[in-house]
């Protein structure tokens, strides 16, 4: 017998996307033998934002694993507007680009809207692009951002049933929280989104199964706040001010009251950049 048997089970991003990567790996030598090329994805980077750079660096990084080409472009924190437009442009009309990526956010004087807009929604791997949001909200099959999608697999992995179950989101940005609250609608869970002004906090998330936290909080969310066996899913990313990596939700007191929980690092984060591995090989079979 377990000695702590009421301690939730640690849901492992960093082993499930290596599982990801492995089968995108697999695709990519099929997909060469069939079509003579390889998925190319694209990522720029703009400036020298220390945290950007890191998550660029570990995209580009997973793409070489997969067998896939990449490219990475660096372009200078005062690059203008209509340079990098044109650059996307470029990379629009060029046939051996697959899948192009902005790292966000973007200096000031950009309009990252404009750029998001500007990126061709077929190459649009984050999915981001208002066509591909739009395709989401009407249900059509088109590209899930990379983050909710790495969320899904991980509740996936779970092997729970997520039909009929209370799914409560904390955080509604147009890169997680939305998009995640939709993901979970259309597996027809009852969906709550919470976000920074909603009233007794604690009563809401202690109405969820599964709890997805977004919200860039750090800890926000503690063990009192839980429905006993709750899913808790971590998508906050936030720096100590000893820069120690913490997520939204308080690690030691949720584990203690929930069935399974993603730590920070090594849950979601690393499914992020796994699910854009797979939205790049499925652009690129979407462009053949
Ligand atoms: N910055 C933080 N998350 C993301 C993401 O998913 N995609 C891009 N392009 N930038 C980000």
Not at 102 to 128: R, S
Not at 138 to 162: H, Q
Not at 186 to 204: E, F, G, K, M, Q
């Amino acid at each position: 017998m377990r000695w702590m048997s009421n301690m939730a089970e640690i849901l492992d991003g960093k082993a499930l996307s290596a599982v990801v990567k492995d089968e995108v790996r697999s695709e990519v030598i099929e997909l060469e033998a069939k079509y003579g090329r390889k998925p190319c994805l694209c990522v720029i980077i703009v400036g020298e934002n220390p945290a950007s750079q890191v998550y660029v660096r570990n995209k580009v990084k997973a793409a070489a694993y997969t067998g896939m080409e990449s490219r990475l472009i660096e372009l200078p924190a005062d690059v203008s507007e209509a340079a990098l437009l044109e650059r996307i442009a470029e990379l629009n009309a060029d046939d051996a680009v697959d899948g192009i990526l902005v790292q966000l956010p973007l200096p000031k004087h950009i309009d990252e809207e404009k750029v998001i807009y500007a990126i061709a929604p077929e190459k649009d791997v984050d999915g981001f692009h208002p066509s591909n949001v739009s395709g989401l909200w009407l249900g059509k099959d088109c590209i899930v951002p990379c983050t909710p999608a790495g969320v899904m697999r991980l509740l996936d992995s779970t092997e729970t049933e997520i039909c009929g179950k209370t799914a409560v989101v904390v955080g509604r940005s147009n890169i997680v929280g939305k998009p995640v609250a939709k993901l979970l609608l259309d597996r027809n869970a009852t969906v709550v989104i919470a976000h920074s002004r909603t009233a007794d906090l604690a009563s809401v998330t202690r109405q969820a199964d599964i709890l997805v936290a977004a919200v860039g909080r750090p800890g926000l969310i503690t063990g009192e706040m839980l429905k006993p066996g709750a899913i808790v899913i971590d998508v906050g990313i936030n720096r100590t001010a000893e820069g120690k990596l913490c997520g939204d939700v308080d690690f030691a007191s949720c584990a203690e009251k929930a069935s399974w929980i993603t730590p920070v690092p090594g849950g979601v984060g690393p499914m992020t950049i796994a699910m854009l591995m797979k939205n790049t090989i499925r652009c690129f079979k979407a462009r053949q």
